[in-house]
């Protein structure tokens, strides 16, 4: 069978990666082909080590596949050019492993931050600004800066970040690892309800074995290859 773009969110085929040339070349990607529906909550798990992120980064147009085929949302990663590349990216919710949040800023200004370039600015959205934040318990919160937060109240600054324009499609390198139990429910919760009521597409790497059954799917990755019982599916 061809995997096209079409009725795909996430097309991946044949997808090879490596980092470095000559002596220190490491191939950490090998024969990937997977594919990901519209508004399927797909999570990603798998050793550390075994290329996760990497593939994550690959799928967001952060690197450029060195072979095979990758589509996602419409467009083609292993072509895409200014100012197709920013267009993706608009339609992105990236939430990263090492998020980095200014610490000058403010909670609800971080979050506004990831909304400038949204036409939809001004009261209304400043007024889903206040409502994702206190959906992700941090209401309380919006005037302090990183440094009174905890950890796990950054880690949902990311997320707030990440979600608040609405994008088609989420990618979220272990967005829980540093939640307690309830802020897992919670960012699951929202994650489950953007792809089964906003046929969103979420795609989220996690090595935390409790929230799998959040997934509509499990993709396993070791060593750099699919776990032959559990994909390619779909
Ligand atoms: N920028 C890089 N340069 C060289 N090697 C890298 C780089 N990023 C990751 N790697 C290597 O690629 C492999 C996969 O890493 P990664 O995708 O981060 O795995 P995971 O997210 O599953 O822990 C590891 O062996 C790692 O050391
Ligand atoms: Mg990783």
């Known amino acids: 069978m061809t995997l096209n773009s079409d009725n795909k969110a996430i097309s991946i085929e044949k997808l090879?990666?490596?980092?470095?040339?000559?002596?220190?070349?490491?191939?950490?990607l090998f024969d990937i082909t997977l594919s990901v529906a519209p508004g399927e909550f797909a999570i990603m798990t798998?050793?550390?080590?075994?290329?996760?992120?990497?593939?994550?980064?690959?799928?967001?147009?952060?690197r450029r596949p060195q072979s095979g085929s990758l589509h996602a949302i419409g467009h083609d990663l292993c072509r895409l050019e200014s100012p197709g590349l920013e267009n993706y990216r608009?339609?992105?919710?990236?939430?990263?492993?090492?998020?980095n949040l200014f610490p000058a800023l403010t909670v609800f200004q971080s979050v506004q931050?990831?909304?400038?370039?949204?036409?939809?600015?001004?009261?209304?959205m400043n007024d889903r600004i206040r409502e994702l934040l206190t959906q992700l318990g941090l209401g309380e919160r919006m005037d302090y800066r990183p440094h009174q937060?905890?950890?796990?109240?950054?880690?949902?600054?990311?997320?707030?970040?990440?979600?608040?324009?609405?994008?088609?499609l989420?990618?979220?390198?272990?967005?829980?690892?540093?939640?307690?139990?309830?802020?897992?429910?919670?960012?699951?919760?929202?994650?489950?309800?953007?792809?089964?009521?906003?046929?969103?597409?979420?795609?989220?790497?996690?090595?935390?074995?409790?929230?799998?059954?959040?997934a509509d799917r499990l993709i396993h990755l070791v060593d750099g290859r699919l776990?032959?019982?559990?994909?390619?599916?779909?």
């Not at 090879?16 to 950490?28: I, P």
């Open 16 to 28: 090879n990666y490596g980092f470095g040339t000559g002596e220190t070349a490491k191939q950490v």
């Open 46 to 62: 798998g050793p550390s080590g075994s290329g996760k992120t990497t593939l994550l980064s690959l799928v967001g147009a952060l």
């Open 90 to 99: 608009r339609q992105l919710g990236f939430i990263f492993q090492l998020h």
């Open 113 to 124: 931050m990831a909304t400038d370039l949204h036409p939809e600015s001004g009261q209304k």
């Open 149 to 168: 937060l905890s950890g796990g109240q950054r880690q949902r600054v990311a997320i707030a970040r990440a979600l608040v324009h609405r994008p088609t």
């Open 170 to 214: 989420v990618l979220a390198d272990e967005p829980t690892a540093a939640l307690d139990g309830e802020n897992t429910e919670i960012v699951l919760k929202l994650l489950a309800d953007l792809a089964h009521e906003r046929r969103t597409t979420v795609l989220m790497i996690t090595q935390d074995s409790r929230v799998f059954e959040s």
């Open 227 to 234: 776990d032959p019982q559990e994909g390619p599916a779909g």
